[in-house]
């Protein structure tokens, strides 16, 4: 299995409040991607890095940010949480972006914004 | 832009049937194509790839075969077992655009 933890595995938290989600990977690869799952949806894709400080929009970006001060982590933050934003939330990581090549996926973070 | 639908789910079925989870896509080139698997409450994990037109993909007794001239992807297995529960996603990815594109998913249930 990929080395990939995601923290929290479970939040609650209250609408208006900063959230932040980690991701953290031991295999060292260069992509690390951040993923929501509703149902409906599948997996859309919220925000992603190419590399340390190096990050670009997905299709859902509104109302998250990320950061990437070092290889292994990547950061979700919700400034302000709001309703829309309760879901699962997957990080996902691969070595190398090219077609044919495979993401590996953390456990999940369920977030439930009241 | 690049699409993936995927069959409604959810599915039910009895242990030993054989299975059929329909796939088509949209893309502007040529992409390579995925079949997920997401097992309660884990996260998701390859089961199977193709990246050129014909090609088989398999895996735990599951396959799958890009069809370029339907743009379908369609992922089959002769004998389900009641371990195959869980929800199968279809995606995507292209030259230019290497994210992945999901399709909704299928939960499937099998029933002993």
């Known amino acids: 299995d990929a080395g990939i933890t995601q923290s929290p595995r479970h939040k609650v938290t209250e609408t208006g409040t900063p959230v932040t989600l980690r991701c953290h990977q031991t295999e060292n690869h260069r992509y690390m991607y951040w993923y929501r799952q509703d149902p409906g949806h599948g997996l859309r894709l919220i925000h992603y890095?190419?590399?340390?400080?190096?990050?670009d929009k997905g299709e859902v970006s509104d109302g998250y940010s990320v950061s990437r001060s070092k290889t292994e982590d990547f950061l979700l933050t919700l400034e302000s949480a709001t309703s829309s934003q309760t879901s699962v939330y997957f990080c996902?990581?691969?070595?190398?972006?090219?077609?044919?090549?495979?993401?590996?996926f953390g456990p999940g973070t369920r977030l439930t914004v009241t | 832009g690049n699409s993936v639908t995927q069959m409604e789910g959810p599915v039910t079925l009895s242990e030993e049937a054989f299975l059929t989870i329909n796939c088509t896509y949209t893309?502007?080139?040529?992409?390579?194509l995925f079949w997920y698997v997401q097992y309660p409450g884990e996260g998701l994990q390859l089961l199977l790839k193709?990246?050129?037109?014909?090609d088989k993909g398999g895996n735990k007794g599951f396959e799958a075969t890009y069809r370029k001239e339907t743009t379908s992807f369609h992922l089959e297995k002769g004998s389900v077992q009641v371990s195959d529960s869980a929800v199968y996603f279809c995606a995507l990815s292209d030259f230019g655009n290497e994210k992945l594109t999901f399709g909704t998913g299928t939960r499937l249930t099998i029933i002993p």
């Open positions: 893309a502007t080139g040529y992409p390579s």
């Open positions: 890095s190419y590399g340390v400080k190096d990050t």
């Open positions: 996902a990581i691969s070595e190398t972006q090219g077609a044919g090549y495979e993401q590996y």
């Open positions: 193709a990246t050129k037109a014909d």
